[in-house]
């Protein structure tokens, strides 16, 4: 039983090349006339989610392990500071404290692409709420109290705040760049504020911008905002010199992995990451924050030790969205053709590179968006300031670049009397245009998403701006985004039958709200023909999880599924050779539908799988057991390093749109949402329902990106660090109608044709949000959030 | 965390009063306000005394001349009480909107003005409607108008050893209503960036008898604008005359310029609002 629609010569996979690629294992639906598996398609509801909505589910700091010290941090209440001296003399007096450490204790550094963070301040602190002291004791309360008596004496140093301010370069937050280990994917500038830069030239901007009848030219800024998961990081770790036991909340446990074997030593396979559930993450639990401090404590104590963050440490010490500028440039024709843009893009990436400069490539490569435009010129610069660490954010920076482009968008279609709607689809990449990193596109399903999109808010059924009977100012505004994923990147998965005939799926995503534990079942169903209910997932521990990249980028259902199906058709063989044995005839006589298992010439010998009769066959037979692999490495073509172009730099692009309608009280200046329409291109809807719930939360993380959210920092210090002061959008906030249109222009690879859906829903809700309400004030705004005071004293 | 505190439970009124007299200890009602603090490491007492076990301060009283509400009666009881909501409607309209339902109800009014916050958003609503403090010390009892309780941010009239038991209501008279209106950037869970409370009787001909208007965030402490309330008495109530109160109410308040908000725009939203809580009250006569 395998889902063949279109063959393709085989291909030796240079990953792993002892494994031959059978044609039949490419899919392709060009069509919908195809018939899928009655599980591709179904919404299942999530298998996680009774648990979790009944508080059974255990997540980070539920855990404990006995022995176990807790441990307190002393956060820097400096942003820039050289630390003259800490007097820890106190706190070591304290009975039950069992290790206080400084960086004078601690010299270890770590980090993914450049290892530059200390796991305690060395020698100065880089941001107001960087750890500088940690403590280990006996109880929680001993540890906090041993915390309050560390004295810490600062000589304050100039802060850098702005991304002005770290390209005048007066003060550097790190005074040499070649101090530290550079592992690749960033290249800091010797003496300046740049982690990394990127470019990006596709034709000639000049001639571009002289075939233009209109150019605008914008600043724009998004605030720095904080992820804001629920669950606070914790982590456990139990580790001496040789050994190294991480029980974490981690994304993406090999990438902790490897930064934990490398920041201390270990050989790779002596460091286990043992994860938790998450709480959430949106890209904060992808970086290694409070397993290196444990990892310290634990090798000090030789005991074990638990770490979980406090809110407030949370938000001084976590993870952040880096605050971002744009200096844009766009032109057009009369006829509302694009002709050149050029975007000049500044990260305010905070105190270390994390993830900072992967945001700026992904970002860099969807700056433009989904648009025909035959010049470009993209320079985008990975700052680093003062400031809490910027990394992923759901989606790598990819709302506050379709902020910049829509609003540039928005800005000629007002200029040239164009609808901006049809300017937008005037504009919209076509399958066999050449995308500005220079590649051909396949499988754009952009405009319909516009199209969708803007139907859903009755784009077409009145004036775009108007002013109710009330007074209200009411406007409709749209935005579209494009997205790609992380490539080349490698996964891989088993499937276990157990002796009940259930099947264990092995694999390192992780299911942090994106719905990954239920589809991969369902995609693994769909060539098993096993009931979904007997495929679990099983929790991920780097001990014995096949290794897979990361859960980030929306690639989960895309490669973890492509493994999927590969483990899962290995099993099909096995299930078939495994009844050739019995019924004692070759194994081309075999046949396997929907999990029946035939002989084609004896009507007598066949046998359901999901019965309990079939576990018979099981018994004392070699375990049937399947390994599923799947790696972009082969398709990926390396972006030349002064242009970033490339016949092939993702595997997959995410498309969709929104529209927005609000209403703004001119009173107070505050701003309401009325329905936002969402329409992206999932390629295949493997849980429909799913698909709409990734997108309805997207949107309302976007609706806080666009009215409520930014991290405030005044002379360096976050003052908004608390629940109260950082907004958050509630439930209470979600009273507006999202109505979503799940597009399917199928990938030509994907599962069943599926594209990523976990971050996209977000990127566009801010922009679209934003337009509308330029367009109901009359007034184009130049940041997110629009907040009142901005809508009040426009101009 | 909660950081480690020694917890006294006393049963009455005088015993509460000793202790705080004899210890530092904090008084702790719906620990709303104190356990936030505690949780966040700002605040770190070593004793707190819960006053839950004294009945007393649950009580709540009608008289011909008003009503005493005990000081642990929480917001949930002002947002359903129907005499709450047709009489005392700013002050139902304030408590209905603090933080979310389970704040409401464990969050009391007492803590609420005990608190010092210039955003409570009691403490309007009550200002317009004269209430009245009752406040006890070890063995004496004193009455202080709200409008004197509060000294600046985050102190209040009370003194060592003494505590709020009730608040006393009188009762409006039978031509006024009230409007309270809280300006929040989010719909719930949100401190008032502004609070506009305001309070009007007519008289026999139609015109103003009494006009009261209290500003909540509009400087360190809730204040009442008393020219703008003089601009209105004994004048025809009409939008201009509002607007022009308005305009009076935005000179009488004091709010700074913070990373929360400008004071350009405070003293805006100051300007709307009153006039958007005294139409809307005068509607509802
Ligand atoms: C999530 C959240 C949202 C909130 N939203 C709002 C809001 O929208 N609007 C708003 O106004 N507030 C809000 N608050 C603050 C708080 O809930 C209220 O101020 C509440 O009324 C405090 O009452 P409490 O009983 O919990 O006070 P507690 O925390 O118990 O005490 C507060 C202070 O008052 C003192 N105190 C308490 N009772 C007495 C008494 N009888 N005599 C003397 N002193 C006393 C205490 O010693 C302490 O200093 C919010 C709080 C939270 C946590």
């Given at each position: 039983m395998d889902y063949i629609v279109k063959t393709r010569p085989a291909k030796i996979d240079?990953?792993?090349?002892?494994i031959n690629i059978d044609p039949g294992d490419v899919f392709d639906f060009p069509d919908d006339s195809v018939e899928l598996p009655a599980i591709i398609g179904k919404s299942l509801p999530r298998k996680d989610g009774q648990e979790k909505v009944t508080g059974r589910t255990k997540f980070g700091a539920d855990h404990n392990i006995p022995g176990q010290l807790y441990a307190a941090v002393l956060h820097s209440t400096e942003a820039h500071a050289v630390i003259r001296k800490i007097d820890t003399s106190e706190a070591k007096k304290i009975k039950g404290v069992r290790a206080v450490l400084t960086g004078e204790d601690c010299k270890v550094r770590f980090g993914h692409m450049l290892v530059d963070q200390p796991v305690l301040a060395q020698e100065k602190v880089r941001y107001w709420g960087e750890p500088v002291a940690a403590v280990a004791a006996d109880t929680l309360h001993l540890a906090k109290l041993a915390v309050r008596k560390i004295k810490v004496d600062y000589e304050p140093l100039p802060v850098v705040e702005t991304v002005e301010d770290a390209l005048r370069a007066d003060t550097l937050v790190h005074e040499n760049w070649s101090d530290y280990q550079l592992l690749g994917g960033c290249a800091p500038v010797p003496g300046t504020n740049i982690v990394d830069e990127f470019v990006l030239v596709h034709g000639d901007v000049e001639k571009g911008f002289r075939e233009a009848d209109v150019v605008v030219e914008n600043e724009l800024f998004c605030s720095m905002i904080q992820h804001a998961p629920l669950e606070t990081h914790a982590a456990i770790a139990i580790a001496d010199h040789d050994n190294c036991h991480i029980i974490s909340p981690a994304q993406s446990p090999f990438m902790i992995r490897k930064i934990i074997a490398n920041a201390f030593g270990y050989r790779l396979d002596r460091v286990r990451v043992t994860c938790t559930d998450i709480g959430g993450a949106f890209g904060c639990k992808v970086e290694a924050r409070l397993e290196p401090l444990c990892v310290a404590l634990a090798r000090r104590t030789k005991r074990p030790v638990k770490l979980v963050f406090e809110r407030h440490e949370e938000f001084a010490a976590a993870l952040a969205r880096a605050g971002v500028k744009f200096r844009i440039k766009t032109g057009a024709t009369k006829e509302g053709k694009l002709t050149a843009q050029q975007i000049y893009i500044y990260w305010d990436t905070g105190a270390y590179a994390t993830f900072g400069p992967r945001v700026n490539y992904n970002a860099g490569f969807a700056s433009n968006g989904p648009y025909y435009i035959p010049n470009s010129f993209v320079d985008g610069f990975c700052l680093v300031s003062n400031k809490s660490l910027g990394t992923a954010y759901r989606g790598f920076g990819i709302t506050e670049v379709a902020f910049a482009h829509e609003t540039q968008m928005d800005a000629l279609a007002n200029k040239l009397g164009i609808d901006p709607l049809e300017f937008r689809l005037k504009n919209a990449l076509r399958n066999g245009q050449e995308s500005v990193a220079g590649e051909v596109m396949q499988d754009v399903g952009i405009s319909e998403c516009l199209e969708k999109a803007a139907e859903a808010v009755g784009w077409y059924d009145g004036p775009l701006q108007w002013r109710t009977a009330e007074g209200k100012l009411r406007g409709k505004g749209i935005a579209c985004f494009i997205k790609l994923t992380g490539t080349p990147s490698t996964t891989s998965v088993m499937l276990r039958m157990n002796e009940d005939g259930t099947v264990t799926l092995l694999s390192g995503s992780r299911e942090m709200g994106q719905g990954v534990e239920t589809v991969l079942p369902q995609l693994a169903s769909s060539v098993l023909g096993i009931d979904v209910e007997r495929i679990i997932m099983s929790p991920v521990d780097t001990a014995f999880t096949p290794y897979d990249k990361t859960t980030t980028s929306s690639r989960s259902t895309f490669h973890g599924g492509l493994a999927v199906m590969d483990a899962a058709r290995d099993m099909v063989r096995q299930l078939k050779a495994l009844m050739a044995r019995h019924w004692d005839c070759p194994v081309e006589e075999i046949t396997y539908d929907k999990g029946v298992i035939r002989c084609l010439f004896d009507p007598e010998a066949s046998v359901d799988i999901n019965t309990s009769f079939f576990t018979r066959y099981l018994k004392e037979e070699p375990p049937i057991i399947a390994v599923g692999r799947y790696g972009t490495k082969d398709i990926f073509s390396p972006p030349d390093p002064d242009t970033h172009q490339s016949d092939r730099p993702t595997i997959m692009w995410m498309m969709g749109a929104q529209a927005a309608e609000v209403e703004v009280d001119p009173d107070t200046g505050r701003t309401k949402i009325i329905r936002i329409g969402a329409a992206h291109d999932v390629g295949r809807a493997i849980n429909p329902d799913n698909c709409r719930q990734q997108i309805q939360g997207a949107v309302l993380m976007g609706v806080g990106n666009a009215l409520l959210e930014e991290m405030i920092y005044v002379n360096g210090v976050l003052v908004n660090a608390n629940m109260v002061d950082y907004k958050i959008p509630t439930s209470m906030d979600a009273d507006f109608e999202t109505m979503v249109d799940l597009v399917e222009c199928p990938h030509n690879t994907g599962p069943y044709g599926v594209k990523g859906i976990g971050e996209p829903g977000m990127a566009p809700t801010a922009p679209a949000i934003a337009n509308a309400i330029s367009r109901a004030c009359g007034h184009q705004f130049k940041s997110i959030p629009v907040k009142a005071e901005h809508v009040l004293f426009r101009e | 965390m909660l950081p480690a505190f020694k917890l006294l439970e006393p049963n009455t009124i005088e015993e509460a009063c000793r202790i705080a007299l004899d210890t530092d200890g904090m008084f702790l009602a719906g620990a709303t306000d104190i356990f936030v603090a505690m949780h966040g490491g700002a605040l770190f007492p070593e004793t707190l005394i819960s006053?839950?076990?004294?009945?007393?301060?649950?009580d709540i009283r009608k008289t011909d001349q008003g009503i005493f509400i005990g000081a642990l009666t929480p917001h949930r009881y002002f947002e359903f009480n129907q005499v709450m909501k047709t009489r005392y409607t700013a002050i139902h309209e304030g408590c209905a909107q603090v933080g979310s339902p389970q704040i409401r109800n464990r969050g009391t009014i007492g803590g609420n003005l005990c608190n010092g916050a210039p955003s409570a958003d009691s403490a309007g609503p009550l200002l317009v409607f004269d209430a009245v403090c009752v406040i006890v010390g070890a063995a004496y009892e004193r009455t202080l108008p709200l409008r004197e309780f509060y000294l600046g941010p985050k102190k209040t009239a009370l003194r060592k050893g003494e505590l709020l038991k009730s608040i006393y209501l009188p009762e409006p008279v039978s031509r006024s209503a009230s409007r309270y209106i809280k300006f929040t950037r989010r719909n719930a869970m949100d401190l008032a960036l502004l609070g506009v409370s305001a309070y009007l009787a007519l008289d026999d001909s139609g015109g103003i008898a009494d006009a009261r208007l209290a500003l909540t965030t509009a400087g360190p402490t809730p204040i009442r604008a008393g020219e703008a309330e003089r601009r209105l008495i004994g004048h025809k109530p009409c939008d201009s005359l509002f607007s022009e109160a308005a305009a009076i109410a935005e000179n009488e308040s004091l709010p700074r310029t913070s990373w929360r908000s400008s004071k350009e725009f405070r003293l805006k939203l100051v300007k709307s609002l009153t006039e958007k809580a005294l139409r809307e009250a005068f509607e509802r006569i």
């Open positions: 240079p990953l792993f090349p002892e | 006053l839950a076990k004294i009945d007393a301060l649950r």
